[in-house]
């Protein structure tokens, strides 16, 4: 008798993994996505584009011995995708962060690079972390501005036309956000500047 198993078995029991992994996952890679990516449409791509690369690479038998920590980190990637395409533009008084040079930097020119090595990945995945808890500890108001603005890409007049709310109201309110966020981040930063 044949012990080795059939391909068309083997193909239904890679699909379960699949299935079970997934349904198990999703509800807290939705979260971790919707946390740092406030359009409701891009988180779902993204979370759809994780779980597709996860279904290619489990079908072709790249062996992914830590299933959530592989899709959380693909997760990060895709988000990072999405602010590099967007890199929206402050229109506020507030004077941006300068490069030597005087250019204006955004979050991404501010994080290690993806591609840098294990060290920088570990130093960027800390800054996000770190980035989102300090999002999340802005009041409402200041954090739907500042992630409407900063994030969405979205123009203060925009905002002002959804939400009833006065564009200098918005403006202040960005304002104390961004005041809130350097006071915050500042320390692990520069301790992250410094090694």
Excluded: C
């Amino acid at each position: 008798m044949n012990e080795t198993p059939s391909a068309a078995w083997m193909v239904i029991q890679q699909d379960q993994r699949i299935t079970e992994t997934v349904e198990r996952i999703r509800p807290r890679l939705r979260n971790f996505i919707r946390k740092r990516v406030a359009d409701a449409a891009d988180a779902e791509d993204i979370l759809q584009d994780v779980f597709y690369e996860f279904v290619e690479a489990y079908r072709l038998m790249k062996p992914i011995e830590y299933a959530t920590g592989w899709l959380f980190q693909v997760a990060r990637n895709r988000i990072t995708d999405l602010f590099r395409r967007r890199k929206p533009v402050s229109s506020t008084n507030e004077p941006a962060i300068a490069s030597e040079e005087g250019e204006a930097l955004q979050l991404e020119d501010l994080l290690p690079s993806p591609g840098a090595g294990p060290e920088a990945l570990y130093a960027r995945s800390v800054l996000l972390d770190e980035l989102d808890e300090a999002i999340e500890e802005l009041p409402e108001e200041q954090r739907e501005v500042f992630v409407a603005h900063e994030m969405d890409g979205r123009s203060f007049k925009e905002i002002s036309a959804a939400t009833g709310v006065s564009v200098n109201t918005l403006l202040s309110r960005k304002h104390y956000a961004v005041l809130y966020l350097r006071q915050r981040l500042e320390s692990i930063y520069r301790e992250f500047q410094e090694k």
